[in-house]
């Protein structure tokens, strides 16, 4: 069978500019707003349970445990069902559903009776419905972009992803001490809303994928993961990106004790750092095209990636002076937040190219499956780590094991890509590579 990678058809001619393309950027604008939202309560649910619940080490990391524990369960069949039908809907109501699950906590606040076991459940319930969003996001941007300006596309929604992380951390921090976390959170269920409002003014045509009324959803899972397991790019893609997520999610399951408890930092300070750092993901959203071009998307996929763990190294020291401890919390969120931007733009466009718009869901939904479900792992395993050692030696271990992620890809085909294939995509998908 040809080779998805470089069995080119004609090139498609790109955009000018995707800021003129009216239906990209509602999806944009939505994105943008849900993300600023979405800092907000990165911040304050951990804060809650540390501080206003005072729950343990393992309870904190439980509660990334269960909010990742969606994309382990549900993701292969999400991404099978939603080749099946229309897109947009279950983004329009996977926005709602988060919105109401994430109002139940200022409620439950407000009335006296929020406990840890609530914020697992709206933990799994966001995470239930992110598993949807996310598939179906990623699988829609080809409905509305050629291959051609993908990349365009994906930087630009990582460029509103940075600006969520420039000014949501340090919003997110200064509403914790103006009105309190549990009230924080209503800011983010308010943006979700707005999300879900936007892309239900996207007009473009989105036709009912025709799917053969003889396959089940148990077969079609199984060609998804058949595509990206014998795809030779995909695969170690897929490794890399996994190792790096279990490293940092172990590292990070412990981070609000960590620093609210052990450390004695504010949720203010943190926030206005993370804020600081997020100069670096709008840096590396800038950077990621250029970076390809000069250099050749293989090179910048491997080196990204090589950066993003060591990174991690710098929480293992943070002191208990604020300022000292803010400005390397500054300086390791800056470097994550760049290669993390330019390694994801340069991936996800990749992969987004050389897959055949029919099996675009449950290609994304394998690769969600891999590199997302080692973050429940992590979780635990940093929870269970710090029962018995000290928060600080967590860490560690989480950093060096996201510091061999880069092995994958450089010991792959990966390494020698010279740029994103722009060809028009097959109607459907060809057999998978085994090499």
Do not use: C
């Not at 139940?104 to 009776?113: D, E, K, N, Y």
């Not at 051609?148 to 951390?169: F, H, K, R, T, Y």
């Not at 987004?352 to 939904?365: F, K």
């Amino acid at each position: 069978m040809p080779d998805p990678v470089t069995d080119a058809a004609p090139v498609v001619t790109p955009r000018a500019s995707l800021w003129r393309h009216r239906e990209y950027m509602k999806i944009w604008s939505a994105a943008t707003i849900s993300q600023m939202g979405s800092q907000v309560s990165l911040l304050a649910i951990p804060y809650i349970a540390a501080k206003v619940l005072n729950a343990s080490a393992f309870e904190v990391a439980l509660l990334g445990a269960a909010e990742m524990l969606p994309f382990i369960l549900f993701t292969l069949p999400a991404g099978a069902w939603l080749d099946r039908v229309r897109r947009r809907p279950v983004l329009i109501a996977a926005d709602i559903g988060r919105a109401i699950a994430l109002l139940s906590i200022p409620i439950a606040f407000a009335m006296g009776v929020l406990t840890i076991w609530q914020l697992y459940v709206v933990a799994f319930t966001t995470g239930f419905l992110t598993v949807f969003f996310d598939v179906a996001d990623q699988s829609y941007l080809p409905v509305l972009l050629d291959p051609g300006d993908l990349v365009e596309g994906n930087a630009n929604l990582q460029m509103s992803s940075s600006a969520a992380q420039i000014v949501g951390p340090g919003l997110g921090g200064g509403i914790i001490g103006f009105v309190g976390a549990p009230f924080a959170v209503i800011v983010d269920a308010v943006s979700f809303l707005v999300s879900g409002g936007l892309i239900s003014l996207v007009r473009k045509h989105e036709p009912k994928p025709d799917r053969k009324v003889d396959t089940s959803l148990r077969q079609e899972i199984a060609e998804g993961l058949r595509y990206v397991a014998g795809n030779r790019y995909l695969r170690m893609i897929a490794g890399s990106t996994g190792t790096s997520n279990l490293g940092t999610t172990i590292a990070f399951s412990i981070f609000p004790v960590y620093a609210y408890v052990e450390l004695n930092l504010s949720a203010a300070l943190v926030g206005a750092a993370f804020s600081i750092a997020g100069l670096g993901v709008l840096l590396g959203a800038f950077a990621a095209a250029p970076l390809a071009r000069r250099l050749g998307v293989g090179p910048v996929i491997v080196g990204s990636i090589f950066v993003s763990g060591p990174a991690t190294f710098i929480i293992v020291f943070l002191p208990n002076e604020a300022v000292v401890a803010g400005a390397m919390l500054i300086a390791s969120q800056f470097l994550m937040g760049f290669s993390s931007v330019v390694y994801n733009v340069n991936q996800v466009s990749f992969r987004q190219a050389i897959t055949p718009l029919d099996i675009q869901g449950r290609m994304n939904a394998t690769m969600r499956f891999i590199v997302w479900g080692t973050m429940p792992l992590g979780s635990v395993v940093g929870g269970i780590l710090a029962t018995f050692l000290p928060l600080r030696t967590t860490v560690l271990i989480g950093a060096t094991v996201a510091s061999t992620a880069f092995l994958w890809v450089l010991a792959s085909p990966v390494r020698s890509l010279h740029e994103i294939p722009t060809a028009a995509r097959a109607e459907t998908a060809p057999a998978p590579e085994i090499g």
